[in-house]
């Protein structure tokens, strides 16, 4: 497994992971429904240049699995990673969040997890993120308000 700058180009192969409804689901805080391909690279693509953001591409002999990625919200670095469904259960997540951590190193960084996302929270868990309280939020792919757990690591 190898993670990489991520590029224009592989925005095309993460598109298509966020058509999956079942990750929609488990993700809770997206958009009501998957984004236009045009609408998708048009959101992320800023986001390869933006000082503020650390985007990773994940891939297991050169074939896109997924993402990783550290972004700001109000002032705190948060993490957020995307594995496409066909390599869910493997230790991907985890081992690109624990190679993501060694190049990444904002302390303290924060994890968000949907309250029924037991994978994500597992992920979280086995590398050392420590939960720290819960929050309600308006889940837009599940067109209704959820507890979501919080995660940080110091």
Known sequence: ???????????????????????????????????????YIHKYEPFLSNP??????IKIEDKIVGSIAKYEMENEAEITYWIDQ??????????????FLKIELNRPIYGRTAFDNFGSQKVLENCGF??????????KAR????EEYIFRLD
Request: charged content about 25%; some cysteine.
């Open 1 to 39: 497994m190898t993670l990489t700058p991520t590029v224009k180009e592989d925005l095309e192969t993460l598109y298509l992971f966020q058509l999956n409804k079942e990750a929609n689901y488990l993700a809770a805080f997206t958009g009501p429904e998957p984004l236009t391909k045009e609408a």
């Open 52 to 57: 503020t953001i650390h985007m990773c591409t």
């Open 86 to 99: 066909e390599f869910w259960g493997q230790g991907i997540a985890t081992n690109a969040l624990r190679d």
């Open 130 to 139: 420590i939960k720290i309280g819960t929050d309600k939020g308006f889940a």
């Open 143 to 146: 067109n209704e308000e959820i």
